[in-house]
């Protein structure tokens, strides 16, 4: 069984920064690609980011590209999300995604999802 625990939201201005983290508790951190989806108040569930399980490849919806920046530690088995240059749009739940050895898609998420954090950006 996997288990995310997202952490980090909280409210920022504009142009501001925040880092959101996602603890992950599997014997196997690795094998799993881990992704960031968010959703806005009346509004369905988008893609943000996503990384491979090496950790080599990621992908970014084009709203957060050259803002957002998805990592991970395998060593904490933990997923990052630096976000920089936050606009009021960007105001959501964000939510953690895990895919056992598959890749993370913007339609395609894994099987497994934290409860989520809240991000409010005020302008």
């Known amino acids: 069984q996997v288990q995310l625990v997202e952490s980090g939201g909280g409210l920022v201005q504009a142009g501001g920064s925040l880092r959101l983290s996602c603890a992950v508790s599997a014997r196997t951190f690795s094998s799993y690609a881990m992704g960031w989806f968010r959703q806005a108040p009346g509004k369905e569930r988008e893609f943000v980011a996503a990384i491979t399980w090496s950790g080599i490849t990621t992908y970014y919806a084009d709203s957060v590209k050259g803002r957002f920046t998805i990592s991970r530690d395998s060593a904490k088995n933990t997923m990052y999300l630096q976000m920089n240059n936050l606009k009021p749009e960007d105001t959501a739940v964000y939510y953690c995604?895990?895919?056992?050895?598959?890749?993370?898609?913007?339609?395609?998420?894994?099987?497994?999802w934290g409860l989520g954090t809240q991000v409010t950006v005020s302008s």
């Open positions: 995604n895990a895919a056992y050895l598959r890749v993370i898609t913007t339609t395609r998420p894994g099987d497994y």
